[in-house]
């Protein structure tokens, strides 16, 4: 991995705020990016992908200007995450005793050495943020539905680099770095590229280089049922429920409990509805980050966003939620039923659906939260859907009628000529039923 030294022509690296934004989020890329600014108090800007590397160009010089790394459909919250774009790592080596002082240029070669000897792949580049470093890895964009694995990704590389400083707390999917091409305010350092631009990854072979399934233990069984079944065709436009994990199943409902919202209130949600949905919305986001802290987060951004509730409102209506998430990150279960579980919330389907009242017409429009009925008129769609295309049924109802007609023109021909039943069958290759009945009718 080249590492840029002192006096190094700087050709063709990422040098302005512009090139690291265009290099994050190419303009033909879709959703919005936020751009936020420290000065005595945080301020944030979300904008298009097309209006980013403007916007971030004209913070060129100036301190303490950051920056996304995947994108949004809103404020930067996990709730509101459109797709990600790339995984990282922050090394905050200047708190860790083996490595202060430590040149940036050399931390960003003990990185690449680090990571060759865990077998990882090395980061599209890296950043000196003035105190530390950021490595990132760009992969091909990839829905919020996949941010079980995402994470998974970011806790096997996080684990690698630990030893260098990687800061736990800089791993969720809503994280801003600094921008390059600005400066470190409280440091008095430019934030600058180590490193050229490197590969940027597909995202499943990226994800199979860090997460190979011989050394895994891969929470999103979506991928392993995909391997098993990757020859057979999806046939319907809403296939059957399928299989999840955990943390999967409870993203699926996270944005089902988003599209409920969107056709039912179209914003800020009534009273008499809020309290409920934001409790399994947040319950929902207690599965998919290890951090309490992180969900604290997202869960005031929810909140925010979704109600008029004051922060101490948030925290003392939703505090068993926290709770039961402090749990699991120390390693804690309960007992159910004789059997040591998760102490997060658990819920089945027909539980939310009954508490919510989603209506057989809204179940149309979800993933996962639905109903019996509701799974068989999609079993028999894909049903209806794979015997048309697999050649089954090769014709239409007026043509099997008309078919019909002439094979009971047929019998009657040669029923009339003399002939018996069964040979009437047999020439048909039909039953003496069938012959039976075609001469009555």
């Keep these: 991995m080249p590492i840029l030294t002192d006096g190094q022509a700087q050709s063709n690296w990422i040098v302005t705020p512009e090139e690291h934004a265009q290099t994050l ?9 936020t751009i936020a600014v420290y000065a005595g108090h945080w301020r944030e800007f979300h904008v298009p992908v097309p209006e980013a590397a403007k916007l971030a160009q004209a913070y060129a010089g100036q301190p303490d200007v950051y920056i996304t790394q995947n994108r949004f459909r809103g404020p930067r919250t996990i709730a509101r995450l459109w797709q990600l774009d790339a995984l990282w790592v922050d090394l905050d080596y200047y708190k860790h005793p083996d ?3 430590t040149p940036a ?3 960003a070669y003990w990185v690449h050495e680090t990571l060759l000897e865990a077998q990882l792949p090395d980061p599209t580049f890296i950043v000196a943020t003035g105190r530390g470093i950021t490595a990132v890895w760009l992969h091909t964009p990839i829905p919020r539905m996949a941010l079980p694995r995402w994470t998974a990704c970011q806790k096997a590389l996080y684990t690698a680099l630990k030893p260098l400083g990687a800061d736990r707390a800089a791993m969720d999917a809503a994280r801003v770095f600094r921008l390059v091409g600005t400066v470190n305010g409280r440091a008095g350092q430019p934030v600058t590229a180590l490193t050229p631009v490197g590969d940027i990854w597909d995202f499943e072979n990226l994800a199979f280089e860090i997460l190979p399934l011989a050394r895994a233990e891969l929470s999103d069984l979506r991928v392993q049922r995909a391997l098993r079944q990757a020859e057979r065709p999806r046939h319907a436009k809403n296939p059957p429920r399928t299989h999840f994990s955990t943390a999967t199943l409870w993203e699926a409902r996270l944005s089902d409990l988003q599209r409920l919202r969107e056709l039912r209130w179209w914003g800020e949600l009534p009273p008499g509805h809020r309290d409920l949905w934001l409790f399994l919305a947040i319950t929902a986001m207690s599965w998919l980050t290890e951090d309490p802290r992180i969900l604290y987060r997202e869960a005031r951004a929810l909140a925010l966003e979704v109600s008029t509730w004051p922060e101490g409102q948030m925290r003392a ?9 402090q749990q699991a990150a120390q390693g804690k279960t309960i007992t159910w039923r004789g059997r040591e579980i998760d102490p997060r919330y658990h ?3 027909e539980t939310i659906i ?13 993933r996962t939260l639905i109903g019996k009925e509701e799974i068989r008129r999609r079993h028999r769609e894909a049903e209806r859907q794979r015997t048309y295309e697999t050649g089954t049924v090769q014709q239409d109802r007026a043509t099997y ?5 002439e094979r009971r023109k047929q019998a009657q021909q040669m029923r009339a000529s003399g002939k018996k039943q069964k040979e009437i069958a047999q020439a048909l290759g039909i039953s003496q039923q069938a012959v039976s009945y075609l001469l009555k009718s």
């Design 347 to 349: 819920f089945r389907n």
């Design 354 to 366: 009954e508490w919510l009242e989603i209506t057989p017409e809204e179940q149309r429009e979800m």
């Design 105 to 107: 240029n050399s931390m």
């Design 401 to 405: 009628l008309a078919q019909a007609e």
């Design 99 to 101: 490595w202060r002082g």
């Design 25 to 33: 989020h190419p303009l033909t890329g879709t959703g919005l990016v």
């Design 317 to 325: 209506q939703m505090q068993a939620i926290f709770k039961r998430a």
